[in-house]
């Protein structure tokens, strides 16, 4: 179909050109003429322009709800984690979903960081025994970290894993019964447990272990060696290698 001048009635149009004052009507939906002859200018309907401004807003609204998407799942509660974390098999009574559940809210991991929560995990696979659980809860009720701080009931946590030859918890006993955190002073036993850690391969414990020689007697030394063989026997842990010498 011809176009012709809606001023003159001649054939001989051209493009023309939109202006920022010809109105939004014009921009988004009509075509700029011109008349060659009479250089009337005249605007017809284009199309493909409200093609073209529906996949726009169409491209728009959907970055928008991407984005909307994005924000609220990195602000999702802990209630409505993904299914990849444990909480299904902890609730489930799992204590070892229990104990990682509580690492990952101790540490932020996947998870807001949350003291309380982690110390709530804890606290359950604790209660089923499980060492390094009863561990990490004593180090939280130690710290006072989502809890009530309580020295006390850390050492008994504590105390039950190290019994067990749980060695991160023989060296943490060695250090509340060498400094009398939940416990009276004991060097004696403090050396005890640190022997016992040092010999599951913790240098830490048996740096502690041989900076407590001077201060006790060559009977106590020999009289808390005997004892961790025996308790070395009674677990899987090896035997404890042989102290430094007792001061004269």
């Not at 093609?51 to 807003?57: N, S």
Request: aromatic share 8%; glycine share 8%.
């Amino acid at each position: 179909m011809s176009l012709v001048c809606p001023l003159c009635g001649s054939d001989k149009i051209r493009s023309g050109t939109l202006h920022a004052h010809d109105g939004v009507r014009h921009l988004l939906l009509d075509k700029s003429l011109r008349c060659r002859d009479c250089r009337h200018r005249f605007w017809v309907f284009n199309p493909f322009k409200p093609l073209l401004l529906l996949a726009a807003v169409g491209a728009l609204v959907g970055v928008t709800a991407w984005f909307a998407l994005d924000q609220q799942h990195a602000a999702m509660p802990a209630a409505q984690a993904p299914a990849s974390l444990p909480h299904i098999r902890a609730a489930q009574g799992d204590a070892e979903a229990q104990l990682q559940l509580g690492m990952r809210y101790a540490e932020g991991d996947g998870v807001i960081q949350n003291d309380k929560e982690a110390a709530r995990w804890f606290a359950q696979a604790a209660k089923q025994g499980l060492a390094e659980a009863q561990y990490q809860y004593g180090l939280v009720l130690l710290e006072g970290r989502g809890v009530v701080q309580d020295y006390k009931a850390a050492f008994s946590w504590i105390e039950k894993p190290a019994k067990r030859g749980y060695a991160k918890a023989q060296y943490s006993l060695g250090e509340l019964y060498r400094y009398g955190t939940g416990t009276a002073i004991d060097k004696s036993r403090a050396y005890l447990w640190f022997n016992l850690a040092a010999a599951q391969g913790v240098e830490a414990a048996a740096k502690a272990r041989d900076s407590l020689v001077w201060q006790l007697k060559p009977e106590q030394i020999a009289a808390m060696q005997e004892e961790a063989r025996q308790m070395s026997h009674g677990t899987s842990a090896p035997t404890p290698p042989a102290a430094a010498p007792a001061a004269p």
